[in-house]
């Protein structure tokens, strides 16, 4: 019990110890070029993201700058070296933390052991040798975007993701922490490590959606007369709905060309929802159920 009690008290002493400052950083933007592909992008690193749309034409950006440093001096460091990043592609407007550590730019993507184009992503590999961050920081972030813009978003810890109100498509990623898409009417992609899936649609999707949990559920609410096809994947979960009307579909067979060799992946949980449709809806997680369920 001792040496629990000083552990404890040293943690005290250590975080007491601390300084922080806490900084508003707020924006104004807009789209050089208007157009219905207009996109924002938001890649957080620590941190919530709060996305809304509305029915202005600017992007609004309130970002709150947590910066915790033992030291004045690290304090200070963390003050100047931990910014609000803008990058303007003229129909795309892109948002990132900027740090010596991490680098964001346009990056080869790596899949199933192929190169699979170029996407916007941090280099996770240290810019330069013996990279270290001696300051711990948060950048939450909360962005009113006009309604009709698609949206992707991004960050790994100590935050969620919420997407409200965005008539576009979504993309949304996170590895410690929950997503929740509210009032969505177009394809949306989810995945999360750490955390539950929320999904809540006010017109049901036209193409293809995935939505991915490894230790969460999965929460999927859309309109009535949901038509689609869909498909199940889980270790520990379980798959919950309230629709009637659902009928399994053929064994699918997908064939990978690899460097090792031809690859197969055989799915027989897959599904016809009401009447089927052009849209396609993957639910996968390992530790958690799926609720699939009309409004």
């Known amino acids: 019990m001792k040496n629990i009690t000083l552990i ?3 943690l005290l002493a250590g975080n007491l110890a601390a300084q922080s400052s ?6 104004e933007l807009s789209f050089e070029k208007k157009s219905p592909d207009n996109a924002v992008i938001i890649a957080n690193i620590n941190g919530y993201i ?15 700058k947590t910066v915790r440093g033992k030291t004045q001096a690290r304090l200070d460091k963390g003050k100047q070296e931990i910014q609000l990043g803008v990058i303007d592609r003229a129909d795309t407007l892109i948002l990132f933390v900027e740090s010596p550590c991490n680098k964001f730019g346009k990056f080869r993507k790596k899949t199933n052991d ?7 992503c941090y280099n996770w590999n240290n810019n330069c040798e013996n990279c270290t961050e001696e300051y711990d920081y948060t950048m939450d972030f909360t962005v009113k975007v006009p309604s ?14 919420d997407v409200a109100k965005v008539s576009g498509s979504v993309l949304a990623n996170n590895v410690n922490g929950s997503i929740k898409l509210q009032s969505l009417m177009r394809e949306a992609v989810a995945s999360t490590i750490n955390g539950d899936v929320d999904i809540e649609y006010t017109k ?4 293809d959606c995935r939505f991915y949990s490894l230790n969460g559920n999965i929460n999927a609410w859309f309109q009535k007369g949901l038509a689609a096809n869909m498909s199940f994947e889980s270790f520990n979960g379980s798959f919950y709905t309230n629709i009637d009307k659902l009928d399994a579909l053929p064994v699918s067979v997908e064939k990978d060309n690899t460097e090792k060799g031809v ?14 449709g052009t849209a396609f809806l993957d639910f996968e997680t390992f530790n958690g159920n799926v609720y699939l369920k009309e409004k």
Request: cysteine-free.
């Open 8 to 10: 404890v008290m040293l």
């Open 50 to 64: 709060k996305v809304e749309g509305y029915e202005g034409d600017k992007i609004m950006v309130e970002v709150t």
């Open 148 to 161: 009709s813009v698609s949206v992707a978003v991004s960050t790994v810890n100590q935050g969620d993701i």
């Open 114 to 120: 192929r190169w699979n184009g170029e996407g916007w």
């Open 263 to 276: 690859k197969y992946k055989v799915s027989d949980s897959r599904y016809k929802i009401g009447t089927g």
């Open 22 to 27: 806490i900084e508003k950083i707020t924006k």
């Open 204 to 207: 049901n999707p036209q193409k």
